[in-house]
């Protein structure tokens, strides 16, 4: 399984960005997708995740700001990023977690991260 992440780059704070992240290869079907985000020196944490039945959860400080949403048919992932803040400034990372086959375990893939840069 690939994760190809895409939609990183600069903005000014006040700005948008919006991050896909598409999966390839074997897969059965995939259950929660995400992303996460990791600073330097710094533990990574959960920016937000989406079920397969489109439920959704956000990390506190991105609440009210980000918005996440997938497409199955097309095994993507994206987050549209708004009213960013030079803190949001940080390497971001996509997740899946997928079966490979019917009724086979559960496994964890990341993405290469893709790094949003914000001034201010």
């Known amino acids: 399984v690939q994760l190809q992440a895409s939609g990183g780059g600069s903005v000014q704070a006040g700005g948008s960005l919006r991050l896909s992240c598409a999966a390839s290869g074997s897969i059965f079907n995939i259950d929660v997708m995400g992303w996460y985000r990791q600073a330097p020196g710094k533990q990574r944490e959960l920016v937000a995740a989406?079920?397969?039945?489109?439920?959704?959860h956000y990390g506190d400080s991105v609440k009210d700001r980000f918005i996440i949403g997938r497409d199955n048919a097309e095994n993507t992932v994206w987050l549209q990023m708004n009213s960013l803040k030079p803190e949001d400034a940080v390497v971001y990372y996509c997740?899946?977690?997928?079966?490979?086959?019917?009724?086979?375990?559960?496994?964890?893939?990341w993405g290469q991260g893709t790094l949003v840069t914000v001034s201010s």
């Open positions: 989406i079920s397969s039945e489109g439920e959704t």
């Open positions: 997740t899946v977690n997928v079966r490979l086959v019917r009724g086979g375990l559960r496994y964890t893939y």
